[in-house]
């Protein structure tokens, strides 16, 4: 009498013999015959959309950097002028024309001539010292609004592309507000006390 | 044999061994033979309709498998035999031998029956298992090792009652 074959050889053999019958093979062939293969779907590709997303990100970053450090830049030297205008400084030299001032502020390498006649219209001049805008040499005037008779600070500067990053604006800071604004060579500032 | 080779497509010869493989694979899942044909039926389908056909054997078993456990999880396949799939009992010895292990087996749960299936009769080692079945390799040791006291423990068991009878 033979013995048993072992346990792992008897399950081989009682797997290896279950099967699908030949009707079950050609059934199931039959039916993956009829079927067509789907189009291989590629994963929506992202790479393109990421690229351009990132790109005005970045666009927007920059940009919003750029208009930011013009604030920055515009608040600095609003904040300067309120300043001095706040330290109401004896002017170094008495006059009342720009010409005057100009022929004896030598140090100023920039004219303080206005391009248009309006400025010298609109205010009054007593006289004028030497300051600094964001480091670097302006002139200061005090002046007087003729129509409304306040008394202000005019500053002049030249348009370095330091200060050409300054924003035209007119801002209140507190007790003093601040006009800035640009003639495409100079920059000019004007201060006065709020009512 | 290494679970990652590379897909090519099969002749009718070798597709027909695939599905076969892959019945007796969803067999030793199932413990079933309808159930099995039918899972083997649907995995062969969605392979086809996903890439043309069968491509390679391990795909196809974990085909199976994940239909195998999604009809469970949605209980149509359940786990016990119906009186009409019950076998006729053996005319001869070594019927009666296969007999003795279909029911040895049937008293297996499917992980177990599975992890006997892949390592006896597939041949694959316990680290190879354990990639197909995203165990570690000693889990799936340890679940042969179970399985086969089992096994041993259920045969001793029903040799001492026929023992006994006589």
Not at chain 1, 91 to 105: G, K, L, N, R, Y
Not at chain 1, 156 to 182: H, I, M, Q, Y
Not at chain 2, 17 to 34: D, I, K, P, V
Request: proline share 4%.
């Amino acid at each position: 009498m033979n013995a048993p074959a072992p346990l792992e050889d008897q399950i081989r053999d009682y797997y290896q013999s279950q099967s699908l019958s030949e009707s079950a093979l050609e059934s199931i062939e039959a039916a993956m015959g009829e079927v067509r293969p789907e189009p291989r779907r590629r994963s929506p590709s992202f790479g393109p959309a990421m690229m351009a997303a990132a790109a005005v990100v970045v666009l927007a970053a920059i940009i919003g950097g750029v208009q930011l450090q013009r604030e920055m830049d515009t608040r600095r030297v609003v904040v300067e002028l309120a300043q001095n205008h706040r330290k109401s400084l004896q002017s170094e030299f008495q006059a009342t024309a720009i010409p005057e001032i100009q022929a004896v502020m030598d140090r100023l390498d920039f004219s303080l001539l206005p391009a248009a006649d309006s400025l010298t219209e609109r205010f009054q001049i007593s006289g004028a010292r030497y300051c600094s805008i964001s480091g670097q040499l302006a002139a200061q005037l005090r002046v007087v609004d003729r129509g409304n008779r306040t008394p202000g600070t005019l500053f002049v500067a030249s348009l370095t592309p330091k200060l050409d990053r300054t924003r035209n604006c007119a801002t209140c800071l507190g007790d003093v507000t601040v006009e800035l604004w640009d003639d495409g060579a100079r920059m000019y500032g004007l201060a006065w006390n709020s009512q | 044999m290494a679970f990652g080779m590379p897909f090519r497509t099969p002749d009718r010869q070798e597709q027909r061994e695939l599905l076969q493989a892959g019945y007796r694979y969803a067999f030793s899942l199932t413990n079933h033979q309808a159930d099995a044909e039918d899972l083997v039926q649907q995995a062969a389908l969605k392979l086809q309709r996903a890439y043309g056909g069968i491509q390679a054997k391990n795909l196809l078993f974990t085909t199976i498998r994940n239909l195998f456990y999604d009809q469970l999880r949605r209980s149509r396949i359940v786990r016990f035999e119906s009186i009409d799939e019950v076998p006729e009992p053996a005319s001869d010895a070594e019927s009666g031998t296969q007999m003795d292990l279909a029911e040895l087996l049937g008293s297996l749960n499917d992980t177990e029956r599975e992890v006997i299936y892949l390592h006896y009769v597939e041949g694959h080692s316990a680290t190879e298992i354990g990639e197909l079945l995203d165990r570690s390799r000693n889990t799936v040791l340890s679940q042969i090792r179970r399985t086969r006291e089992k096994l041993q423990k259920l045969a001793e068991s029903d040799s001492n009652q026929q023992s006994s009878a006589l």
